[in-house]
């Protein structure tokens, strides 16, 4: 047989029929749905009167429009509580397990997803929400749909969908101490810009890759869309196999083995061929922060907002103009609002210990807001056995409940007009945290940092 | 799915790259608003001023432009969050037509699923159709051609798959349509699940339904 890549192995895996050009029937095994949406793909599927093809392997979470205020109740945000509830009663009615707020299990889907073992290496994992893509981390053929797409999988248990072609993204040597995975996403989308990935599936490799954890290989995954990609992934190694068992519904005992054995094969074969591949150098990164309105406006945090985006193109002078900056000034000492440490990219312990790292002992400098969000009940709680919590709250942040929160905004969670948020999410799209909101996107080091000192600040450098 | 054959009308010229679904429906309208209330929305965050009055700078703002039902977009259009609602709110302005060098892929994909006929052409073009297209007479695209006409009367060709073009003319049921494949869908994970038995779940205990 020829050589296959990861991807290849994944894609044929999944298909249960051809129909030329490409196109292809693909096998869904794992359907997630939140509350943005998911109500009314229930109720569509109902007015056509057809039924979950396979409701176990359909889960269901709200995350985007909870609030995530202490003590919040489904209806603290009152849209949200309704989205809630179309949610909670779809999925009751389909016979869809559904994970309701402050249960274990509850959380951002792409965090609770992979976290409970719902997410696997080797499987199809799909969701209607472009970061689906987290969940190639683990090695799933993850990938974000529509609604309508949504509402076919809910029906047939299938997606139609043609088979992209195939990015290899190496990268080389090591990470420097204090240079996280968010960094190199941010590099890379910084170097290759945010369409370099449209019509690819994105392999990240190469030792700087194999050396990252898994939770950082779900950082890295999830900003593949932000490179224009609907799929990354990282081949699965001996550590995300030690990382997925025990998980509560990863296979247990034979089973679990018989699954590590085929997970083992699944890797990019030494001579397969990729229609891209670029080659990076771990070393050349830096903590980086982003100046503009794309995740590709981004530079090192000891860098300038560059002098040539202004004159090179309308796009970036009219990003500097939203984000109120002027090109060619360094962007550290850029005074901030708000921090915001959360969201699907970077709301994981580990994530969550590096913030607590920065924040332990200093205090959040006044005038700023400084949020964390954890990523799920489990992280959550494993935060607070820990003591994170108690650090955060010591240092002025506030510690507040599981979801999508402040990085979409749709749970009435905004930044002000004209304030300028530093945040672990991965979109700084216009209005993205709400009308005339400035965003700055840091790893969650970079962000706790600038909760310290007031304004973007190096964190490896803070006093 | 509503059919797409051809249409004709002024072609809006929007040339800004990484136009993203954030952009063409705020979360909020999509969070508390039904498919088709969702026109009004579409790309308020350009359309309109801070104080939320319309920018007469604004293409879509100018009168030839106002109800034009072709977009011609720059790079990357459509990326960002999978949201099917930009599509929606798109289509509830009258735009049936995005012509652009690229596209966010879910956000091509989700053009398919409700009649929204997203056309790609390599930069050069899309600047050429908008330098015609800026006095706001008509295009013509014509799908079953596969051809977009110029008020001059030049014909320029584009290419789409041939499997969406014929969903898009015929307005095809993607979920009718693989359920005439179920049985091959049973049998496949009937297979699978001697192939791969522990990406198989049983099915979870019915829960107590809550108040």
């Excluded at chain 1, 397990?97 to 976290?115: K, L, N, Y």
């Excluded at chain 2, 604004?58 to 609602?85: H, K, V």
Aim: net charge negative.
């Amino acid at each position: 047989m020829s050589a296959q890549t990861l991807f290849d192995k994944l894609w044929t895996a999944h298909v249960v029929r051809e129909f030329g050009d490409d196109w292809a029937l693909l096998h869904v095994d794992r359907h997630l749905m939140h509350d943005l949406g998911g109500g009314p793909v229930f109720v569509e599927l109902a007015k056509r009167g057809l039924k979950v093809h396979n409701p176990e392997l359909t889960f269901a979470t709200p995350d985007h429009a909870v609030a995530s205020t202490p003590g919040r109740v489904s209806t603290t945000f009152p849209l949200g509580g309704k989205l809630h509830e179309a949610l909670r009663s779809g999925a009751q009615t389909a016979g869809v397990q559904f994970f309701d707020i402050g249960e274990p299990g509850h959380g951002i889907v792409h965090v609770m997803a992979p976290e409970q073992g719902i997410a696997l290496p080797g499987l199809s994992v799909v969701c209607t929400d472009s970061h689906t893509c987290t969940n190639g981390g683990i090695g799933a053929l993850a990938f974000g749909i529509g609604t309508s797409e949504s509402v076919h999988v809910l029906a047939t248990q299938t997606v139609r969908l043609k088979k992209p072609a195939q990015m290899r993204i190496r990268c080389e040597g090591r990470l420097a101490p204090g240079v996280t995975a968010k960094d190199l996403a941010l590099h890379l989308i910084s170097r290759l810009g945010a369409a370099a990935g449209t019509g690819y599936a994105i392999e990240f490799a190469g030792t700087a890759v194999e050396a990252l954890d898994v939770e950082e290989r779900l950082t890295l995954c999830n900003l593949a869309v932000e490179l224009g990609a609907r799929f990354g992934i990282v081949a699965p190694d001996e550590r995300t196999l030690a990382w997925v068992r025990g998980r509560p519904k990863a296979p247990q005992g034979e089973t679990f083995e018989a699954a590590a054995s085929y997970w083992r094969t699944l890797h990019t074969d030494a001579d397969a061929v990729f229609a891209r591949e670029e080659v990076f150098d771990a070393r050349d990164v830096a903590p980086m922060v982003t100046w503009g309105t794309s995740p590709q406006d981004a530079v090192p945090v000891t860098g300038r907002v560059p002098a040539a985006a202004a004159a090179a193109a309308p796009d970036a002078q009219a990003g500097l103009e939203y984000m109120g900056l002027h090109a060619g000034t360094p962007i550290a000492g850029t005074p901030v609002d708000w921090v915001f440490i959360g969201s699907c990219a970077n709301s994981r312990l580990s994530d969550l210990r590096a913030a607590a790292l920065v924040a332990r002992g200093r205090h959040v400098a006044p005038g700023v807001t400084a949020w964390v969000v954890p990523g799920s009940e489990s992280v959550k709680r494993a935060a607070e056995a820990e003591g994170l919590r108690q650090v955060f709250t010591d240092a002025g942040f506030q510690w507040r409940e599981p979801g999508c929160s402040m990085c979409v905004a749709a749970n009435g969670e905004q930044v002000p007009p004209g304030k300028r948020c530093v945040s672990t999410s991965n979109r700084n799209f216009v209005g993205r945290q709400g009308p005339g909101a400035r965003t700055h996107l840091a790893s969650p080091a970079t962000a706790a940092a600038a909760a310290i000192a007031g304004r973007i600040a190096d964190p490896r450098t803070l006093p | 799915m509503s059919p797409f054959t051809r249409v004709t009308g002024p072609a809006a010229p929007l040339p800004r790259d990484n136009v993203d679904t954030d952009v063409i429906i705020r979360v909020e309208r999509l969070a508390a608003l039904d498919r088709d209330q969702l026109g009004p929305y579409a790309l308020e965050a350009l359309r309109l001023r801070p104080d939320g009055s319309e920018d007469p700078a604004f293409i879509l703002n100018q009168p030839p432009f106002r109800s034009a039902p072709i977009l011609l977009a720059g790079a990357n259009f459509g990326c960002g969050s999978s949201r099917e609602a930009a599509v929606w709110a798109l289509m509830g302005r009258g735009i049936r037509c995005v012509i652009a060098p690229s596209f966010g892929d879910i956000f091509f994909s989700n053009c398919f699923q409700n009649g929204l006929l997203p056309i790609r052409l390599p930069l050069g073009r899309v600047q050429a159709i908008a330098t015609a297209a800026a006095a706001g007479a008509p295009f013509t695209v014509d799908l079953q051609q596969c051809t977009i006409s110029s008020p001059s009367g030049e014909v320029i060709p584009f290419e789409i798959d041939a499997q969406k073009r014929e969903a898009l003319l015929l307005g095809l049921d993607e979920i009718q349509l693989t359920l005439r494949d179920d049985e091959s869908i049973r049998a496949w994970q009937h297979e699978d699940q001697d192939h791969r038995p522990w990406a198989w779940l049983s099915h979870p205990a019915p829960r107590p339904s809550r108040a």
